[in-house]
C-alpha cells in the first residue's frame, strides 16, 4: 500500500502563500494521478486540485487562478502551491494518490493531512 507524508502546512495571513509537499513511497509513482483534497470543521471533504500521469491538471472552481498543482517524478513528491489565500481556504489538506485522469479522478491512497490556517 502506498503511503503518503504531507508536509507545509501552517499559519499564514490573508493573501499570503502557502506550498504544500506530499512524498509518496511507491516505485511506479509516475503512473499515477495525484490530487489534493481539503476538509473545513463541519463541511464535507472537496476535491481542490488534481494532476494526471501526463501532467494535465484541474482544479475547483474556488482556488482557480489562485492554486497550483504540480508533480515531481523524480522526488515522488507532488506539491500544491497556494497564493493568495483567503479565510474560506482554512481546512486540513489531504494528499491522495489514484487512478484516473484530471477530470476523472478516483483516490485509492490519502496521506494523514496537513492543517491550513489562513487568518490575520
Known amino acids: 500500500q502506498v503511503q503518503l507524508v504531507e508536509s507545509g502546512g501552517g499559519l499564514v495571513q490573508p493573501g499570503g502563500s502557502l506550498r504544500l509537499s506530499c512524498l509518496a513511497s511507491t516505485n511506479i509513482f509516475e503512473i499515477y494521478a495525484l490530487a489534493w483534497y481539503h476538509q473545513a470543521p463541519g463541511k464535507q471533504r472537496e476535491l481542490v486540485a488534481v494532476v494526471s500521469a501526463r501532467d494535465h491538471t484541474n482544479y475547483a472552481h474556488s482556488v482557480k487562478g489562485r492554486f497550483a498543482i504540480s508533480r515531481d517524478n523524480t522526488k515522488n513528491t507532488v506539491y500544491l502551491q497556494m497564493n493568495n489565500l483567503k479565510p474560506e481556504d482554512t481546512a486540513v489538506y489531504y494528499c491522495?494518490?489514484?487512478?484516473?485522469?484530471?477530470?476523472?479522478?478516483?483516490?485509492?491512497?490519502w496521506g494523514q493531512g496537513t492543517q491550513v490556517t489562513v487568518s490575520a
Open positions: 491522495t494518490l489514484g487512478d484516473g485522469d484530471d477530470r476523472d479522478y478516483n483516490p485509492h491512497s
